[in-house]
């Protein structure tokens, strides 16, 4: 039976399996801590995406921060996904996996004039634009090329997406693109400028949302705001509404995409805006749920106040509980039948209380044993660190009973290798 939220993860014959592979089995051939992806586990969270948006002009541009490993964004590259990208580094990525240039989006609040150059060369799809500085700052790149830059605003509605602080974007107080009021105005400016060629508009309220009422809010104000700009002359042919769409880390019931996509369509439809191509950014719905962090346990500490169950991964290797209080589910790889269970910490071996992964959990534990930190896919690796000179963790990819490593595991000469001695 695959575990809840996870359908190509699941117990058979009372071992762990990725897809047919076992998981004990991976973390013996490769090492840990590992991270594994489940092919079959992404191209099955696409599949309900692709499904809603059949017959509409549409782009789902997978946001390449969950999870940038070259075989990620092969896999969508070849499911014919476009990418949302936030920095130079992240496009270069995307053309070393086969992406199209093309299909590309480049969002966030800070690029730099040499990341807008790199982007027009190869011809990016749009700009997510998200303030008249940049703006100004992207017309005069463009213009010093000779090219004409294709932007989307991004605006920001002013929606609380119900979601961890950390993770919210589409309020005023939240760095992120330009507010609602100023919108038009910022329109007007880049419909002046003579190096940028208005496209669309965009929209990104935050992430891990669990609930489809903020994004339908969102949607009207979006479309309040292409109605507006329409008026005065200004043609928008997408929007671009951004990603977000959570997972089911323990006991969450996001919607499904499609049920999500179907109510975002019947909304354009029933206010007349079915004709426009709609632009999609998800990055956690897609890979969240394909990834496990596979971990040995290291010692066991039992106390009279809190029993520590000490893990070789650690929060170098997974920020997100310790930075967003987040809880992802912990389970072993081969549970031990019958075995007491005790209530744990599972914590790492950095230098900081902070260093933990779980707590509180009922597990029926052994030095030596395997676990997996469920959940894992999306911003597991792609947020991990070197603290504490711990190189990165290896990664495989998984797919039916094959498994083989997409990102050798970092050694400790890696992490030294671009220092010196002083003189
Ligand atoms: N588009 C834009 C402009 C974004 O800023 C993001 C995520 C996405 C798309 C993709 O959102 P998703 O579908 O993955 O929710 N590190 C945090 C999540 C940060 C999300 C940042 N932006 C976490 O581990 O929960």
């Known amino acids: 039976m695959s575990l809840p939220g996870h359908p190509h993860i699941a117990y058979r014959n009372g071992a762990l399996h990725i897809e047919d592979c076992p998981a004990a089995d991976l973390a013996q051939r490769f090492g840990t801590p590992l991270y594994v992806y489940s092919r079959g586990s992404m191209l099955a969270a696409l599949a309900p995406y692709q499904r809603a948006l059949a017959g509409r002009r549409h782009l789902v541009c997978y946001a390449v ?17 476009g990418f949302d990208i936030v920095s130079g580094g992240e496009l270069e990525r995307v053309l070393a996996a086969g992406g199209d240039a093309g299909k590309v989006v480049f969002s966030g609040v800070g690029k730099t004039r040499r990341e807008m150059a790199r982007a027009l060369e190869v011809g990016v799809r749009c700009f997510n634009v998200e303030s008249t500085a940049e703006l100004e700052a992207l017309s005069e790149v463009a213009q010093a090329h000779g090219k004409r830059a294709p932007v989307s605003l991004r605006v920001n509605p002013n929606v609380d997406a119900k979601t961890h602080p950390y993770i919210s974007t589409g309020l005023t107080h939240n760095k992120f693109g330009i507010a609602h009021e100023e919108a038009l105005a910022a329109y007007r400016r880049a419909a002046e400028l003579p190096g940028i060629a208005v496209h669309g508009i965009d929209c990104h309220i935050g992430s891990q949302i669990t609930e489809p009422g903020p994004y ?55 206010r007349g805006h079915g004709q426009r191509e709609l632009i999609l950014e998800p990055g956690r719905s897609l890979v969240g749920n394909a990834g496990v962090l596979l971990t040995e346990v290291l010692y066991l500490k039992p ?118 001695l002083a003189r």
């Open 65 to 81: 921060k969950a999870n940038p490993n070259l075989s990620v964004l092969q896999t969508f590259a070849r499911a014919g996904c």
């Open 216 to 270: 339908l809010d969102a949607l009207d104000k979006v479309l309040d705001l292409i109605e507006a700009v329409e008026a005065e002359g200004i043609r928008l042919t997408h929007i671009d509404f951004g990603g977000g769409l959570g997972i089911t880390y323990t006991d969450e019931a996001p919607p499904a995409a499609d049920a999500l996509i179907t109510a975002l369509l019947k909304r354009l439809d029933d």
């Open 303 to 420: 106390s009279a106040h809190k029993n520590f169950c000490i893990v070789d991964a650690a929060m170098n290797d997974l920020l997100r509980p310790t930075l967003y209080e987040a809880v992802m589910g912990i389970v072993p790889c081969a549970p031990r039948a019958g075995a007491a269970e005790h209530t744990w910490d599972i914590v790492g071996p950095v230098c900081e209380s902070g260093d933990w992964l779980g707590r509180d959990r009922r597990l029926a534990v052994q030095a030596g044993d395997v676990l997996a930190i469920l959940s894992a896919g999306a911003y597991g690796m792609s947020m991990a660190s070197h603290y504490n000179t711990r190189p990165k963790p290896a990664e495989v990819m998984v797919d039916g009973a094959e498994a083989w490593i997409v990102r050798e595991r970092e050694t400790v000469a890696d992490l030294f290798a671009r220092e010196q």
